[in-house]
């Protein structure tokens, strides 16, 4: 053919560099690389058929007119159902699983009668290996290093009755996620009906955080201080509280004691027995002390140590 070759026109717009996007990239890269989960995609509707099946009781939210399946017409104002619906999918080939999605939900309309459109990040840990309180505590863990390596700040978690109104959130095992006093999400263990109805032996735990709530929080600096050069010193307490107490009543309590040795502390294990410990727990918490002008001596320890055992016990808390 006789014709003139040569390159096309067309315009090319870059990508416009935002906040945003990259937080939602170091997202998928955290999830995929340091926890091997899988990103998936789902639909904006319940799949009303896949849902019944495992005895999901959604809420009423904006339906679609002339929708092409007509039990797929309610778009979803949570994104967790939809995710659940993978994991019945893929229980009985890969029991061992998670995964995540950021998507689409709708809560409803706004004023003007469009769509409050929210965008979430849901994901899923569900295994046969590890126990409920494991996959619980492994979705704990996805949650603080994920918001700490995009806001720098340490979530608090919470318990929230309202949460009740999910018939796939566990009525005991579930608390809320706030960034400086501002809620985010919620986090929990599968409701043992829906469970048993995808699988008996599966453990299953999850999270729904709001991207566009995330964004509105400010990233905190970075801090760098320089390492004390003299040894530091481990103490572990074992606790008696009562099995009410949460452990951020008792993290309030250490609070209390104005001690400029005591760099940190965390929480090592939460132990409950109603025979050994009626209507009580055990909760060990791993101190560090430590001075960046002299090694500690073991009385200075011991007389700290004292000190925080005396507040604690003025708050309830006894060493076990």
């Avoid at 104005?258 to 055990?282: A, M, N, R």
Wanted: hydrophobic share 35%; net charge negative; charged share 30%.
């Amino acid at each position: 053919d006789n014709f003139e070759v040569r390159s096309t026109k067309s315009l090319l717009v870059p990508v416009r560099h935002s906040v945003e996007r990259d937080n939602e990239y170091e997202i998928k890269q955290l999830l995929s690389k340091q926890y091997a989960m899988n990103e998936v995609h789902t639909y904006l509707w319940y799949e009303t058929k896949l849902i019944k099946e495992m005895g999901i009781v959604t809420d009423k939210n904006i339906r679609v007119i002339n929708s092409l399946t007509a039990e797929n017409d309610t778009i979803r104002s949570t994104i967790i159902p939809s995710l659940l619906g993978f994991v019945l999918k893929n229980v009985e080939s890969n029991p061992e699983m998670g995964m995540y999605e950021i998507g689409r939900v709708a809560n409803g309309l706004n004023a003007d009668g469009l769509c409050d459109e929210r965008k979430r990040l849901g994901f899923v840990v569900a295994s046969k290996k590890l126990s409920e309180k494991e996959v619980y505590f492994k979705t704990k863990e996805i949650v603080e290093q994920l918001l700490h390596d995009i806001k720098n700040i340490q979530p608090t978690f919470a318990r929230k009755e309202e949460l009740s109104k999910y018939n796939f959130v566990h009525p005991v095992n579930s608390a809320s996620i706030s960034l400086e006093n501002k809620e985010i999400g919620y986090l929990s263990v599968l409701n043992p009906r829906v469970r048993n109805n995808i699988d008996k032996k599966l453990n299953v735990a999850f999270a729904e955080i709001d991207i566009m709530d995330i964004e509105e929080v400010p990233a905190q600096p970075l801090d760098y201080k320089e390492v004390s050069k003299y040894p530091g010193v481990s103490v572990d307490l074992s606790l008696l509280a009562d099995k009410k107490m949460s452990y951020e009543a008792i993290t309030k309590t250490i609070d209390q004691y104005p001690c400029e040795y005591l760099q940190g502390y965390h929480l090592v294990d939460i132990f409950e027995d109603e025979k050994l410990l009626p209507g009580k727990k055990s909760v060990t918490i791993h101190l560090e002390f430590a001075s960046m002008t002299k090694t500690l001596e073991n009385n200075e320890i011991s007389e700290m140590v004292d000190e925080l055992l005396a507040v604690l016990k003025d708050n309830g808390l006894e060493l076990r």
